[in-house]
């Protein structure tokens, strides 16, 4: 379900249970598989391990079904293609195509949903099953706040997409941490 879901189902539980909710960003389960052929399942940065004791990293992937008007199908598979999905199949019944893609579970958990509905006025349908987990080129990335690692700003990403999501988060905290505090660079 999408954002709009989300709020909802929080503002519920918090008037009708008196809870006191914080929404977290969804994470994924990554499999690392060490060089002594350990595997272990990482739900977390702070898991994560050193990089020269990791043979492999395993990324869990779905199968999407995606039932689309035809005129919006080239920016839905463009949608697709930058969450680095591949594509599987392409039908069509009459103006409606029904488009089959592998994505990766983490480019999907977030707001796949709300942005295939918001390039597609609404009428896209989105369907999706797992797929299993695949190698990827995955890296763990730390910033540094006064020259110091800080957990709670770690993520996992894909390497194709490090620098780009280590420079939004960057972005975020210029213009949420006072100046004078610490040095941002």
Same mark, same amino acid.
């Given at each position: 379900?999408?954002?709009?879901?989300?709020?909802?189902?929080?503002?519920?539980?918090?008037?009708?249970? &008196?809870? !006191?909710?914080? @929404?977290?960003?969804?994470?994924?389960? $990554?499999?690392?598989?060490?060089?002594?052929?350990?595997?272990?399942?990482?739900?977390?940065?702070?898991?994560?391990?050193?990089?020269? !004791?990791?043979?492999?990293? *395993?990324?869990?992937?779905? =199968?999407?079904?995606?039932?689309?008007?035809?005129?919006?199908?080239?920016?839905?598979?463009? +949608? =697709?293609? &930058?969450?680095?999905?591949? *594509?599987?199949?392409?039908? $069509?019944?009459?103006?409606?195509? /029904?488009? %089959?893609?592998?994505?990766?579970?983490?480019?999907?958990?977030?707001?796949? $949903? !709300?942005?295939? *509905?918001?390039?597609?006025?609404?009428?896209?349908?989105?369907?999706?099953?797992?797929?299993? $987990?695949?190698?990827?080129?995955?890296?763990?990335?730390?910033? +540094?706040?006064?020259?110091?690692?800080?957990? @709670?700003?770690?993520?996992?990403?894909? %390497?194709?997409?490090?620098?780009?999501?280590?420079?939004?988060?960057? /972005?975020? +905290? *210029?213009? +949420?941490?006072?100046?004078?505090?610490y040095k941002i660079a």
């Amino acid at each position: 379900l999408g954002m709009l879901h989300l709020e909802v189902i929080q503002e519920r539980l918090e008037r009708e249970f &008196n809870l !006191d909710l914080t @929404a977290t960003a969804p994470g994924v389960v $990554y499999q690392i598989i060490s060089k002594n052929g350990i595997l272990r399942e990482v739900h977390n940065p702070h898991d994560f391990g050193e990089v020269q !004791d990791i043979a492999s990293i *395993k990324e869990p992937w779905i =199968c999407a079904t995606i039932m689309v008007p035809d005129q919006y199908l080239g920016v839905v598979m463009s +949608l =697709c293609n &930058n969450k680095r999905g591949e *594509k599987v199949d392409l039908s $069509y019944s009459g103006n409606t195509a /029904l488009l %089959k893609y592998r994505l990766p579970l983490s480019e999907v958990v977030f707001d796949f $949903y !709300d942005r295939i *509905k918001s390039i597609s006025k609404g009428y896209a349908s989105l369907d999706w099953e797992m797929d299993g $987990y695949m190698d990827s080129e995955i890296a763990k990335l730390t910033i +540094l706040i006064n020259s110091e690692p800080v957990d @709670a700003l770690a993520c996992i990403v894909h %390497k194709s997409k490090v620098e780009q999501r280590g420079r939004e988060i960057c /972005l975020r +905290l *210029k213009d +949420l941490i006072p100046r004078q505090q610490y040095k941002i660079a």
